[in-house]
Nanobody, 116 residues
Framework: QVHLVESGGGLVQPGGSLRLSCAAD????????MGWYRQAPGKQREFVAS???????DYGDSVKGRATISRDDGKDAVYLQVDNLKPEDTATYFC??????????WGQGTQVTVSS
């Protein structure tokens, strides 16, 4: 089992920026993909961004042009930078990874609130 711990959430004003971090513990199974999803109240979970060794970064339409995902393989960590935050970005953000055995692992989530 891979354990993921997110950090960096909080209250941000519209137009501001936020950097989320996710760290994975050591595992006997290699991690192929790490990424971020979010879920707002009353809405389905939404893809935000991912990073894979094969294909690099990918972004959901809602954050395209505003978000940057990066991965530190040496530390088994992934980061999400979101600029020009909007109220619509308010959600619980979940870190996830997919190991080479095709199993998914999820963090507990971190709350992001964009409001004046």
């Amino acid at each position: 089992q891979v354990h993921l711990v997110e950090s960096g959430g909080g209250l941000v004003q519209p137009g501001g920026s936020l950097r989320l971090s996710c760290a994975a513990d050591r595992s006997s199974i290699s991690i192929a993909i790490m990424g971020w999803y979010r879920q707002a109240p009353g809405k389905q979970r939404e893809f935000v961004a991912s990073f894979s060794t094969r294909h690099g970064a990918d972004y959901g339409d809602s954050v395209k042009g505003r978000a940057t995902i990066s991965r530190d393989d040496g530390k088994d960590a992934v980061y999400l930078q979101v600029d020009n935050l909007k109220p619509e970005d308010t959600a619980t953000y979940f870190c996830m990874c997919e190991t080479v055995d095709l199993l998914e692992h999820w963090g507990q989530g971190t709350q992001v609130t964009v409001s004046s």
